[in-house]
């Protein structure tokens, strides 16, 4: 069984910075995707950033030069940094990641439960 657990998520004024986290852990063998996601209230989720194994990464064009993802593989965690934030950051970030397990030589998604950030103007 793999779980996902994130933390870091909070309250911030507008210009103000967080930083979330997720480990992954489980009978991983190996994990392709890591990334987040993100839900505001009435809207449908949406990518924010992925990194693959060997560390390359997109970013949703609303978030480009002020989040930052990485990871650490010898941890299964995966950060997002996020700087200069906005209201409109505001949204529930759920942690993804595509992973092999120690059972099956596929890859499967996984989801963590989800950290509320709010950005107050």
């Known amino acids: 069984q793999v779980h996902l657990v994130e933390s870091g998520g909070g309250l911030v004024q507008a210009g103000g910075s967080l930083r979330l986290s997720c480990a992954a852990s489980g009978s991983i063998f190996s994990i392709n995707v890591m990334g987040w996601y993100r839900q505001a209230p009435g809207k449908q989720r949406e990518l924010v950033a992925t990194?693959?194994?060997?560390?390359?990464?997109k970013y949703l064009d609303s978030v480009k030069g002020r989040f930052t993802i990485s990871r650490d593989n010898a941890k299964n965690t995966v950060y997002l940094q996020m700087n200069s934030l906005k209201p409109e950051d505001t949204a529930v970030y759920y942690c993804?990641?595509?992973?092999?397990?120690?059972?099956?030589?596929?890859?499967?998604?996984?989801w963590g439960q989800g950290t509320q950030v709010t950005v107050s103007s």
């Open positions: 993804n990641a595509v992973l092999a397990t120690m059972r099956s030589p596929y890859d499967y998604e996984y």
């Open positions: 990194i693959t194994s060997s560390r390359r990464t």
